[in-house]
């Protein structure tokens, strides 16, 4: 059963449409990186699977259970949500905040899962530092980690290496990859990055001129990746 098919997806936003006739299908397990130019509609896709946003038309189906709620989502940080001034724990447990409902307060299981996501990220060291206080590397962990508190099943990561040094990278690419193999979760990642997206995934959604969905060897096959360096990625 896939856990997220779009339809006839057309996106857009104040009005003016930007991709139309989008059709794929996600299966749990699966590793989809999504590519394409800037403007192409990458984020705005990935609003609409969130509900943060209203496709033009078309539908955006969940399976296997899922609810929207209940999707992991790591975005771009701005310059000023760098600079947020709460702790560690403080960030990584309001990920649990679609699970409370109407509850004040978070319950002792919602606590464990915070506290074993930290440590999964490798930030045990750091539950009581600042956020603003953290490296670049730490604090993506840090919003990883509140993303897991949220799903057990699907993450959508926009650009999560964004400003990174290369160290940095590959080793959030392996804690990523770790995450789809070892725990079985679905990702969802937009990449500026053709060769990780190659290397990392197995799916890929290549937005532009034209519209690619299959596998990396398809994609790779049908000289999509090298057409898509050659045009440049502003």
Same mark, same amino acid.
């Given at each position: ?21 989008? #059709? ?9 990186? =999504?590519?394409?130019? #800037? ?7 990935? +609003? ?7 496709? =033009? ?59 074993? #996501? ?48 290369? +160290? ?11 995450? #789809? ?10 990449? %500026? ?5 190659? +290397?990392?995934?197995? %799916?890929?959604? %290549? =937005? ?21 360096? +050659?045009?440049?990625?502003?």
């Amino acid at each position: 059963m896939s856990l997220l098919t779009c339809q006839d997806l057309s996106l857009g936003y104040d009005g003016r449409e930007i991709v139309r006739g989008l #059709n794929f299908t996600i299966g749990p397990g699966d590793y989809l990186c =999504i590519v394409g130019e #800037n403007g192409s509609g990458k984020s705005t896709l990935m +609003k609409t699977i969130l509900g943060l946003q209203a496709p =033009i038309d078309g539908k955006v189906l969940t399976g296997d259970g899922l609810k929207p709620t209940e999707i992991g989502y790591l975005p771009q940080q701005t310059v000023v949500q760098k600079d947020f001034p709460a702790s560690v724990w403080e960030i990584v447990l309001s990920g649990c905040g679609n699970r409370m409902g109407l509850r004040p307060f978070y319950t002792k299981e919602e606590k464990q899962l915070a506290r074993e #996501n930290i440590e999964k990220m490798g930030l045990t060291q750091l539950t009581k530092q600042c956020y603003r206080e953290l490296s670049g590397g730490q604090q993506q962990r840090v919003l990883l980690a509140r993303a897991l508190c949220a799903t057990r099943k699907m993450l959508l990561l926009d650009e999560p290496v964004s400003g990174l040094d290369p +160290k940095v990278t590959a080793e959030m690419y392996d804690l990523i990859e770790s995450l #789809n193999k070892s725990d079985g979760i679905t990702v969802i990642m937009i990449s %500026h990055d053709i060769d990780a997206a190659v +290397k990392y995934a197995d %799916h890929i959604l %290549h =937005i532009g001129q034209e519209i690619f969905f299959g596998t990396k060897d398809e994609y790779v096959a049908g000289g999509f990746s090298q057409a898509f360096l +050659k045009g440049g990625d502003d």
